[in-house]
Structures are given as structure tokens and as C-alpha cells.
């Protein structure tokens, strides 16, 4: 996995909101979605309005 870093900006990826765009967010996207927990905000890479597969399929794509 890549790992991108960056400091006082918004990152797209940046699930846990930790800097850092990584395997974590990765995880807690997993764990979102399938507990059904659409809490985080941050998860809708994709601006649809909804987390799911498709959130989760661009950030895999974007780690690898």
C-alpha cells in the first residue's frame, strides 16, 4: 500500500481522519460498511450519498 501524508488539508481518502491516507482507512471503511454504520461522513469517496462497495472500490483502487 501506498501512504500519503499531509499536513491542515481535507484529504478524499483519509477515512479516520489521521493525515495519512493508508491500509487503516482501508479497514475502517471495510468495518463501516458492513456493520451498516454510515457514520463517517469521510467514507463517501464518491460523493453519492451513500457508503458502500463503490467507496470502497475507489480507495482500493487509489492504494494500489
Known sequence: FTTLS???T???FDI???GVIDSTDLSYLVLSITNNNN???EGD???D???DIFD???LSDYLN
Request: glycine share 0%; proline share 0%; hydrophobic share 50%.
Open 6 to 8: 499531509c499536513n491542515n
Open 10 to 12: 481535507t484529504l478524499i
Open 16 to 18: 479516520n481522519n489521521d
Open 39 to 41: 457514520l463517517e461522513i
Open 45 to 47: 469517496v464518491n460523493f
Open 49 to 51: 450519498q451513500s457508503i
Open 56 to 58: 470502497l472500490l475507489l
